[in-house]
């Protein structure tokens, strides 16, 4: 049973940096993983994505801003997010992709997290 737990959500302020990582178990390999975010009432979206190799996709509200990284070795995916701003908060989510469908589509991930908080506020 793949499991993908989520950590190092916070309040933070303007400006700041956060890191979030996931661990995932139950698999032996997993082609992409990604991080989506969710604001109460909006849908979930695209942050980025990464691949086996560490080739990385970024959404929109990523770009320039954040990094994402994996360590195959401790089964570890990274977001590093810096400058953050009010609109960056919301539920970060970790999502594995065991190789098919558009890396930056919700509905082709196979496994999520249950999610950590993050919240940009001064």
């Known amino acids: 049973q793949v499991q993908l737990i989520e950590s190092g959500g916070a309040l933070v302020q303007p400006g700041d940096s956060l890191r979030v990582s996931c661990v995932g178990s139950?698999?032996?390999?997993?082609?992409?993983f990604g991080w989506f975010r969710q604001a109460p009432g909006k849908e979930r979206e695209f942050v980025a994505a990464v691949s086996w190799s560490n080739d990385p996709w970024y959404g929109d509200p990523a770009k320039g801003r954040f990094t994402i990284a994996r360590d195959n070795a401790k089964n570890t995916v990274y977001l590093n997010m810096n400058r953050l701003k009010p609109e960056d908060t919301g539920v970060y989510y970790c999502?594995?992709?065991?190789?098919?469908?558009?890396?930056?589509?919700?509905?082709?991930?196979?496994?999520w997290g249950q999610g950590t908080q993050v919240t940009v506020s001064s």
């Open positions: 999502a594995g992709n065991s190789g098919s469908g558009s890396i930056t589509d919700v509905g082709s991930y196979d496994y």
């Open positions: 139950g698999y032996t390999f997993m082609q992409y």
